[in-house]
């Protein structure tokens, strides 16, 4: 049974930093994918960052240049360091593990939830202004 466990979230000013880690179990490396989503109430949950297997990374606009996402596979973890915090970055963050896909003759993700089967509980990130 695959789960995916989010820890780091909490209640910042704006300007500030936080780290999200997320720790996995339960599933067996293949080509996988594992991404950050958020969501705040209200809205659709949005993809925020995507690492592959081999490192490769992908940003949402919003994001880019601030949050950077990263793995640890020896310990089965991800994360997902967030500085420069804005308002609106407020949200609750979830971590989420899917199989890549395979085109043009790599494998690849993108940061949307319908490539991901496996998602963690949660984690809040609240930032003041």
């Known amino acids: 049974q695959v789960k995916l466990v989010e820890s780091g979230g909490g209640s910042v000013q704006s300007g500030g930093s936080l780290r999200l880690s997320c720790a996995g179990s339960g599933y067996t490396y293949g080509r996988y994918c594992m991404g950050w989503f958020r969501q705040a109430p209200g809205q659709e949950r949005e993809g925020v960052a995507s690492?592959?297997?081999?490192?490769?990374?992908n940003y949402a606009d919003s994001v880019s240049g601030r949050f950077t996402i990263s793995q640890d596979i020896s310990k089965n973890s991800v994360y997902l360091q967030m500085n420069n915090l804005k308002y609106e970055d407020t949200a609750m963050y979830y971590c989420a593990a899917g199989l890549a896909y395979y085109g043009g003759g790599y494998y690849y993700c993108i940061i949307q939830p319908s490539q991901y089967s496996y998602w963690g509980q949660g984690t809040q990130v609240t930032v003041s202004s």
């Open positions: 690492i592959n297997q081999d490192g490769q990374v």
